[in-house]
């Protein structure tokens, strides 16, 4: 016979109420995300880059409408210097790719050396990423555009050290121990059972790591790196700060030139639309990246 | 407390190795310093208080019966978190600032109606609050119904049950980003540099300006921001520990 006794939830000690709703498992989750990659994400929608269009667009036309016919509309001024801005455009990109390249190889090998089984190296490592993960970006920035040379000499070879290098370097660091955490948590998230398996099975240190381990983290490494792309896209901007001709800087000469304060909002909302061309596919990307390669446990 | 001894050995260590640690000894260097270092602390505080308000005033707007109210509230987190703050920043001080009516001040000139340092805390909090909007809401929402519905069968009222039951559930939910939050706010707050606002980067800025001890003042800048940010977020940890729902999570 059945009683009331017989549910479930009364057997287990558990209840059916939830404690918590899915919205506190969504809120951790982010968090997580965002502590990995040492900054918010930006959440992209196609719906931005309509407003961004619509306020270049509006404001184009507020200020035909205030210069008078004399000086030229807005969008012949951005057209006029689109070669110097998309310049400065292309050093934020190449300023983006470089740093991430360097910042992943070396953020890779800390991310390995943190689970090295020696302890100096591991807390060493620790020690550096820790280090260059709590270091604002902008402190780090200033400290490589400083104190870096303007050239290497190498014997009677002269290796020139432009300043967009040095903030190269300055923007490497911080991606460097945010890879080294990406790198660290996904080898943590592989489940034990598969580093004993790979024991049992004859498997060394290395061939397990490289074999087994390794190739199953890059898929659970790819969406966080990606963030932390597009993290660090948006803070090659920073780069202006210490003077390197990237697009912020770029645009601020335009104005300066121009001298016409009704063009404020069409140029910075034309950069700003320039990086959200940018950003959006990748965005786009990650999250669909994301979905597929969910943990499924 | 003497500290003299302290200021001795930082010129001994200037004459020995020419290390010149001009912010130890020479007490100009040392007042504008700690200066900017209590202004970083001072903007992080008030950004901080301001942006809790934002967050749960957002949150509480967000819940909100009108559709344009919840519409304003959405466009306002959805432009603050998808722009570089440093934008974000030179947005309110140049665009907005320069829109401002101007003020005389007490020596008959004109000057902007709010300072760069009021900028520097409104863009800050206002960043940081777009994320407390969408961080308070997700706690509030992960509080069940019937959780609620319980409270009201014993009698809560509705203040009482938010106070002691929506709160207390949804604020330890929401430590975790809320101390993400902050952590990034610190860091946040070195913008503040690029107009002008004298905290911790630009004092030592002007430091090394003066004194020309650009190694050393960076060095130094690097390991204050790294202890400032390591601390609170070893501190953070443990709250964070000491508060985590049992059963939720790990």
């Given at each position: 016979m059945k009683t009331p006794f017989d549910h479930p939830a009364l057997r287990t000690g558990g209840t059916d109420l939830p404690v918590l709703l899915p919205a506190a498992q969504r809120l951790q989750q982010q968090a997580e995300r965002d502590r990995l990659v040492g900054g918010f994400l930006p959440r992209l929608t196609a719906k931005h880059g309509l407003w961004l269009l619509a306020i270049l667009v509006l404001s184009s036309g507020v200020a035909a409408a205030q210069s008078g016919d004399a000086r030229q509309p807005a969008y012949e001024v951005i057209f006029k210097w689109l070669p110097v801005l998309l310049t400065g455009f292309g050093f934020n990109i190449l300023i983006s790719f470089m740093a991430m390249a360097i910042g992943t190889l070396v953020g890779t090998s800390l991310g390995l050396m943190q689970i090295s089984l020696l302890l100096p190296v591991r807390q060493g490592s620790w020690l550096v990423t820790q280090f260059f993960r709590n270091a604002p970006w902008l402190v780090l920035l200033f400290y490589c555009m400083f104190l870096l040379p303007f050239e290497f000499r190498l014997g009677g070879l002269v290796?020139?050290?432009?300043?967009?290098?040095?903030?190269?370097?300055?923007?490497?660091?911080?991606?460097?121990?945010?890879?080294?955490?990406?790198?660290?948590?996904?080898?943590?998230?592989?489940p034990s059972g598969q580093w004993e398996a790979s024991e049992s099975l004859a498997f060394s240190r290395r061939q397990t790591l490289w074999q087994i381990i390794l190739p199953q983290c890059v898929k659970r490494m790819l969406p966080p790196w990606m963030n932390l792309y597009a993290i660090l896209t948006m803070a090659t901007v920073l780069a202006s700060i210490v003077g390197v001709s990237e697009m912020m800087t770029q645009a601020g000469r335009v104005l300066a030139a121009e001298d016409r304060p009704d063009l404020l909002i069409p140029i910075y909302s034309f950069v700003l639309l320039c990086f959200f061309v940018y950003c959006y596919p990748i965005a786009r990307f990650t999250v669909r990246l994301e979905q597929r390669f969910q943990v499924k446990l | 407390m003497d500290m003299q001894w302290l200021f001795d050995w930082a010129q001994e260590l200037y004459r020995e190795t020419g290390i010149n640690l001009t912010f130890i000894y020479d007490s100009f260097d040392r007042n504008r310093l700690a200066r900017g270092f209590l202004n970083s602390v001072y903007i992080s505080l008030i950004c901080l208080a301001f942006s809790i308000v934002i967050g749960l005033v957002g949150a509480w707007l967000q819940g909100s019966k009108l559709v344009w109210t919840r519409r304003v509230v959405q466009g306002y987190i959805q432009f603050f978190r998808n722009t570089p703050p440093l934008v974000q920043l030179y947005f309110f001080y140049f665009a907005i600032g320069s829109l401002l009516p101007t003020v005389e001040n007490r020596f008959g000139f004109q000057e902007p109606m709010l300072d760069n340092f009021t900028w520097a805390v409104i863009s800050l909090s206002f960043f940081a609050g777009a994320f407390n909007v969408e961080i308070f809401r997700s706690g509030i929402e992960a509080v069940p119904e019937s959780t609620v519905e319980a409270a009201e069968a014993l009698g809560f009222n509705r203040l009482q049950i938010y106070i002691y039951i929506v709160m207390p559930l949804?604020?330890?939910?929401?430590?975790?980003?809320?101390?993400?939050?902050?952590?990034?706010?610190?860091?946040t707050t070195t913008l503040a540099y690029a107009i002008a606002v004298p905290e911790m980067l630009y004092m030592a800025n002007q430091i090394w300006s003066d004194s020309v001890n650009v190694p050393e003042m960076m060095t130094f800048l690097l390991v204050a921001y790294v202890l400032l940010v390591g601390v609170l977020v070893m501190g953070m940890h443990r709250w964070e520990r000491a508060m985590r729902l049992p059963g939720f999570g790990q």
């Open positions: 290796i020139p050290f432009p300043d967009w290098i040095k903030a190269t370097i300055g923007l490497a660091l911080p991606v460097m121990a945010n890879v080294s955490e990406i790198v660290r948590g996904a080898i943590a998230s592989i | 949804a604020f330890r939910v929401c430590l975790p980003a809320l101390n993400n939050n902050l952590v990034n706010l610190v860091k």
